[in-house]
Structures are given as structure tokens and as C-alpha cells.
């Protein structure tokens, strides 16, 4: 359920900003606003402070056939 929520929330982002293919996002606590934005043909340059969440979503993204060429930990 809360899984629905954050993609639901995520979607809402991406439309109200007006995200789409030729942009480029700097996407901060990567998760599924980036996938999304993936999907609409953007760059996503994803960051996030914890490497295991980081590394989560990098598999999502990989499952969804999005390459992930930056990698970036602060």
C-alpha cells in the first residue's frame, strides 16, 4: 500500500513539474519519481545517501531497462 502511495506521489511530481523526454533531472533520495522520469525519455542523474537504497534502485531501474551510468554517494 505504501508502495502505491510513493508512486502515486512520484507521478504527481513528474506531471506538476511538467517532466519530460529532453529534460534532465537531478534526482535527490532516488526512488520512484527517477523511474518514472526514466520512462518519459529523461536524463536522470539519481543520488542518494545511503549506497543500499541506491543500489536498490538501480536494480529497479535495470529490471525496467533504463541504464544507470552515474553513480554518485554523498
Known amino acids: 500500500m505504501a ?3 510513493l508512486e502515486a506521489a512520484a507521478t504527481t ?6 517532466i519530460r523526454s529532453g529534460h534532465t ?9 527517477a523511474l518514472l522520469a526514466a520512462r518519459a525519455g529523461v536524463a536522470v ?6 549506497p543500499r537504497l541506491f ?3 538501480e536494480a529497479r ?3 525496467q531497462n533504463h541504464t ?7
Open 45 to 50: 542523474t539519481a543520488v542518494d545517501p545511503t
Open 25 to 33: 533531472v537531478l534526482d535527490i533520495g532516488t526512488g520512484d519519481a
Open 3 to 5: 508502495e502505491r502511495r
Open 55 to 57: 543500489a536498490l534502485a
Open 61 to 63: 531501474a535495470r529490471q
Open 68 to 74: 544507470c551510468p552515474d553513480r554518485t554517494w554523498v
Open 13 to 18: 511530481a513528474v506531471i506538476t513539474l511538467g
